[in-house]
């Protein structure tokens, strides 16, 4: 469906675009009369998926949208456009993103951002951010220009985009999909996501992604994946779905005061729907959520700091000219500084100096370690609420919980909440054109702080879009109109198929 390419340009959804659709045709035809033969290799065969930019592909350039590796060309394939090609997926163009990942709003890219919906008003061009980092990912699916997209979910990365974009944005549990070939970001908090117009069509990506990979070692052996799946199908059988109403946790924490009305009133649609359908709504606590996002832009940027080490423009990256010594013999400073200074945006070198800076051994214990403290207390609010016991948890620590509620019926089995606080902002308010103080990082940071939870407990969360009418109270958010809300459903970890079901009962 490559209809309007001057539109698709104008978005610039891709780095390296879609080719014309002639390329695609004998693939899709053959798949289609494999299809017929009831003999497909599977869902997602002569299916276009666009993929991520850091996601490493060796038929097409890897970039991670920054002008470092505007010239790499990885000589292997992940192990998921592996996966996806041995399904007969085609692995369309690769897509545009926040440089290396950071950011939230796809506009930290060295290929200029990504628009997520544009209209003209009073004569002039009004654009939305379309969400980052995953943008390019969440507009090339939003405009049907492939059947899904891959995107990489470090701490929002691919729910906030669905947010935006009005579309499906599922991260799964840490583990599950293979890193190898994923330009690491944070290595602890790294996860391939999935981006469709359906959660039917997650489903179909997920189930051909969702295996063992001996090249990753934080990849989940076949052994823990079937402890996991026997705790998660026994507390099924037993518990709920068969014989009970789903229990859904409302975090009271998410109720931000900065949430704009159509977000809050899409939550309240969206909790209304789950108990028309039988199922029973729990406000819960989840009290060190206030601490989360700082514990996230400590933590990420000292992973950050210390992968993004090896871009010195000798081990990789391209090099910068000119002489490769400084005047003190033998030394390579000035090549890796010049190096690095040309190769590297903005954000980047900020998080690098924030990184390097939590990491040094005088700033170490008051940041770096107390984030850690930080990421652990996150994840004993979730392993207390969630009926389902944490499949590599350990039951001390849930005792320590401070929460004063105690008893065994405050255990949800998903919690329902916003993707973020408020509808797309327009580009212009985000890239600084508008007003410089909104353009301030620490305001693009603020907009995950519903999604990094999640993120630092390692836990399966999607985004569904929930439509808020009328549009126009849409517009008074200073959104053209855009009348499609991001509600996130955040289960415990391994429980990544109950989380995508309810994402189902609410599309
Ligand atoms: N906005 C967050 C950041 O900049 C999340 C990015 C991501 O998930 N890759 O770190």
């Known amino acids: ?101 950071m950011g939230s709003h796809s506009t930290n890219s060295h290929f200029g951002p990504v628009k997520n919906y544009f209209d003209t008003v009073n004569g002039s061009e009004k654009s939305l951010s379309a ?173 950050a700091s210390s992968n993004l080490a090896k871009y010195d423009g000798v081990r990789y990256g391209t090099r910068a000219e000119g002489p490769d010594k400084s005047s003190e013999e033998g030394s390579t400073d000035y090549l890796y500084a010049r190096t690095r200074g040309e190769g590297f945006g903005d954000e980047v070198r900020r998080r690098i100096l924030l990184g390097s800076f939590s990491l040094s051994a005088d700033a170490m214990d008051n940041y770096f370690i107390q984030a850690q403290r930080v990421r652990r207390l996150v994840q004993n609010d979730f392993d207390y609420v969630f009926a389902l016991k944490n499949p590599l948890g350990d039951d001390a620590q849930v005792e320590n919980h401070s929460s004063s509620t105690s008893s065994t019926e405050t255990k949800v089995d998903v919690i329902v909440g916003p993707t973020t606080a408020s509808l797309p902002p327009s580009l212009a308010s985000v890239t600084g054109d508008e007003d410089a103080a909104v353009s301030a990082p620490l305001h693009s940071y603020v907009t995950d702080v519903c999604t990094v939870p999640a993120s630092l407990a390692g836990l399966p969360a999607v985004s569904v879009p929930v439509s808020v009418t009328p549009p126009g109270e849409a517009q008074e958010d200073g959104s053209l109109g855009f009348n499609k809300v991001g509600i996130q459903i955040i289960g415990q970890y391994g429980d990544d198929d109950l989380v995508l079901r309810v994402a189902e009962l609410l599309e």
Request: glycine letters at 8%; hydrophobic letters at 35%.
């Open 131 to 303: 969400g980052g980092s995953s943008g390019g990912s969440a507009v090339a699916v939003a405009t049907d220009q492939c059947y899904a997209a891959l995107g990489t979910d470090t701490g929002g990365s691919v729910r906030l985009p669905a947010a935006y974009t009005g579309i499906v944005g599922f991260k799964p549990s840490y583990g599950l999909i293979s890193r190898w070939g994923v330009i690491a970001y944070a290595n602890s908090l790294d996860t391939v996501g999935i981006l469709a117009k359906k959660t039917s069509t997650v489903r179909e990506v997920f189930n051909i992604l969702n295996h063992h990979d001996a090249h990753d070692p934080t990849n989940l052996s076949n052994a823990t994946r079937s402890r996991i799946s026997n705790a998660v199908s026994q507390l099924h059988s037993s518990t709920r779905l068969s014989s009970r109403p789903l229990r859904i946790g409302v975090p009271i924490e998410y109720n931000l005061t900065e949430m704009t009305s159509p977000v809050r009133s899409a939550w309240l649609s969206a909790l209304h729907t789950l108990e028309t359908q039988g199922h029973s709504l729990h406000p819960i606590s989840l009290p060190s959520t206030k601490h989360a996002l700082s514990a996230y832009y400590i933590l990420a940027p000292a992973e």
């Open 1 to 101: 469906c490559i209809a309007n390419q001057k539109l698709f340009t104008e978005l610039n959804a891709f780095i390296t675009p879609l080719q014309s659709l002639g390329t695609y045709a004998d693939r899709i035809r053959d798949a289609d009369i494999r299809r017929e033969n009831g003999a497909s290799k599977s869902p997602l065969d002569g299916r276009l998926i666009a993929i991520k930019d850091n996601i490493c592909t060796r038929s097409l350039p890897t970039t991670c949208a920054s002008r470092m590796l505007e010239k790499f060309s990885s000589p292997f394939d992940a192990t998921v456009i592996k996966s996806l090609e041995n399904a007969g997926a085609i692995i369309g163009g690769k897509t545009n993103l926040d440089e290396f990942g």
